[in-house]
Every structure is written in C-alpha cells, then in structure tokens.
C-alpha cells in the first residue's frame, strides 16, 4: 500500500466512526465504498505497513462493533414498537 493511499485509507475510516456515532448510514456506506479499494491495493504491493493495518484493524473493529450495537438496537426498538401494536389491538378489541 502506498504510503499515500494508506494515509488516505486510515482518513477515511476515521471519517466512517463519525458518521457511525452520527448515524450517517449512507455517507458511512459511501466512505466504505472509497476506502476498500485503497486497503485491497495495499496488499498488491511488496512491503505492507505492519502498523498502519494493525490500526485499520482496530478502527475497522470500532465500526464493526459500532454497527453490532446499533443492530441490536434497531431490534430493541422493533420489539417495542410490536409490543405497543399488539397492546393497542389487544384494547381496541376489549373496547369493542
């Protein structure tokens, strides 16, 4: 990976951790997209930063981790709103 493309690769997905804490879910995905070629260039060329992926790595598993809880919580949030649906059913066919 040239130094450049690397430099641009650990720019963008810093960027990406703060679209994920803003719930910028398709400015994240477009970053994703801008990035990924870079990294998969990076393993064409002879010598590869060591340090450089070990820090994608763990920003990558911050958003990856990031992605999980915001999963679960989406879910959380489904299940409540059916709880809520199946509760206002539940009394409108008691009132009926």
């Not at 930063?49 to 999980?68: H, P, Q, W, Y």
């Amino acid at each position: 990976m040239t130094a450049n493309h690397l430099a641009r690769a650990l720019e963008l997905t810093e960027q990406m951790l703060q679209q994920l804490e803003a719930g910028e879910w398709e400015e994240l995905e477009a970053l994703d997209r801008q990035r990924l070629p870079m990294i998969q260039s990076g393993f064409d060329q002879p010598e590869v930063d060591v340090e450089a992926v070990a820090r994608l790595k763990e920003l990558n598993d911050r958003i990856v981790a990031g992605l999980s809880r915001q999963r679960q919580q989406t879910r959380d949030q489904q299940l409540r709103m059916q709880q809520g649906q199946r509760a206002a059913r539940q009394y409108q066919l008691n009132e009926g």
